[in-house]
Structure formats: structure tokens, C-alpha cells
């Protein structure tokens, strides 16, 4: 079974530069979400996708960030002008979604991309 | 921002010795799922209950929802050094949006 996999683990990068990150989910599944962890705190949910739509977002992802998930399987996360608070742990899930119910699934996390602003 | 919160904030125990975490929410839920997170990776799924459940059971874990205090315990049994990590519940409000609002976490330690 190949888990949700990231890239790139580590981000060094100077405050105003952009950064891209990727996520490839477990295969079958429908569902992938974004969610950011700061030292000592519990994920953030940031935004998620059902196939390729993109169905929610917080109000924590400012127009900074975007999100795509292009044919419904990788998806990337894009932070452009970066700055100090966006360094953080962001962590990519997918979950298959049956019907209406996909709240009764388990997500399956990445190991994360760690992003650090100079 | 936080749906839960976790308690103890750490919790330091003896190999064998059992650990409980509680956890508190605020709005009505779904499902409630604790995971466990080693330094820095990823989560890891431990363990789901549904609103309509009260107790859980899998391998060394069992999991208590008490939807009237609005409050789940996870407990492990037997512990091991292994068991080290931080420990999150999360709670999801169901229906089409499935994302999960997560606590604080607990840090627990488990000493050989």
C-alpha cells in the first residue's frame, strides 16, 4: 500500500520568494485535504477536494495561496510573496469519500512539507 | 481555530502502566478520531467513533464518547516506548464536509 506521499520534505526559502508544494494521495482515493501545523498545535485546516473540485476553503488561506488538484489525483499548493507566519508543517490527506457520508472516513496524512521562511 | 482540547497537555508514564488522554469539544459532532503523530512526520489514524457510539475498542486502545458532556478519553493499555508521540483528536461535523478540526494535542512520554 503506497501511502500519501509529499514533496518536498524541507523548504528553505527567503520571505517574498513563492513556493510550490505536491501531494500525490492513496490512489483510490476521491478526497484530498491541505492542513497547516505550527509548532505546538494541532493541524489547520486549510482547504480540501473531492476528485478535482475544489469544495471548501478556509478563511486561513488568503488569495497567497492556491490550490489545484488538475485530473483528480496530485495535488499541488502554491504560497506565493511568502511571509514569516507561513512558516509552518503543511500536511496533505486523502480519504476515499463514500457518497454523502465522507465524514465517516479516516484520513491518511503525509509526512508533510516543513516550510521555513529566512 | 480549535475545536477540542486535549488533557493533560503531557503526560509522562512507566512502561506497563496504562495512559489516559481526555479530550473536550465544543459544537456537535459526527465523529470524533484520535491520531497519533511521532516528531516530525505525519498523523496516523488510531481509532473512529460515531456520535451514535459510546465505547470503541482496537487492539491496546478503547475510546469513550460522552456526546452529552461533549467530551472522548482514549486510553491505551499496557504501554510500550513505541507509544511515544503526541496524540490529537479531531472532530468532524459530517455530512458532505468531512474536514477534521483538530485539538492541541497531548505529548505523552513513555519511560522504558
Known amino acids: 500500500d503506497t501511502g500519501v506521499s509529499q514533496d518536498p520534505r524541507h523548504k528553505i526559502t527567503k520571505r517574498g520568494q513563492n513556493v510550490t508544494f505536491r501531494c500525490d494521495p492513496i490512489s483510490e482515493h476521491n478526497r484530498l485535504y491541505w492542513y497547516r501545523q505550527t509548532l505546538g498545535q494541532g493541524p489547520e485546516f486549510l482547504t480540501y477536494f473531492q476528485n478535482e473540485a475544489q469544495l471548501e476553503k478556509s478563511r486561513l488561506l488568503s488569495d497567497r495561496f492556491s490550490a489545484e488538484r488538475p485530473k483528480g489525483s496530485f495535488s499541488t499548493l502554491e504560497i506565493q510573496r511568502t511571509e514569516q507566519g507561513d512558516s509552518a508543517m503543511y500536511l496533505c490527506?486523502?480519504?476515499?469519500?463514500?457518497?454523502?457520508?465522507?465524514?465517516?472516513?479516516?484520513?491518511?496524512f503525509g509526512d508533510g512539507t516543513r516550510l521555513s521562511i529566512l | 481555530s480549535q475545536q477540542g482540547e486535549e488533557d493533560p497537555q503531557a503526560l509522562s508514564i512507566q512502561e506497563g502502566e496504562n495512559a489516559t488522554m481526555n479530550c473536550s469539544y465544543k459544537?456537535?459532532?459526527?465523529?470524533l478520531q484520535w491520531y497519533r503523530q511521532n516528531s516530525g512526520r505525519g498523523l496516523v489514524h488510531l481509532i473512529l467513533i460515531r456520535s451514535n457510539e459510546r465505547e470503541k475498542h482496537s487492539g491496546r486502545l478503547r475510546v469513550t464518547l460522552d456526546t452529552s458532556k461533549k467530551s472522548s478519553s482514549l486510553l491505551i493499555t499496557a504501554s510500550r516506548a513505541a507509544d511515544t508521540a503526541s496524540y490529537f483528536c479531531?472532530?468532524?461535523?459530517?455530512?458532505?464536509?468531512?474536514?477534521?478540526?483538530f485539538g492541541k494535542g497531548i505529548t505523552l512520554s513513555v519511560r522504558p
Open positions: 490527506a486523502s480519504s476515499l469519500a463514500l457518497g454523502n457520508h465522507g465524514g465517516y472516513q479516516p484520513q491518511h
Open positions: 459544537t456537535s459532532i459526527n465523529n
Open positions: 479531531a472532530t468532524a461535523t459530517g455530512g458532505a464536509n468531512s474536514k477534521l478540526t
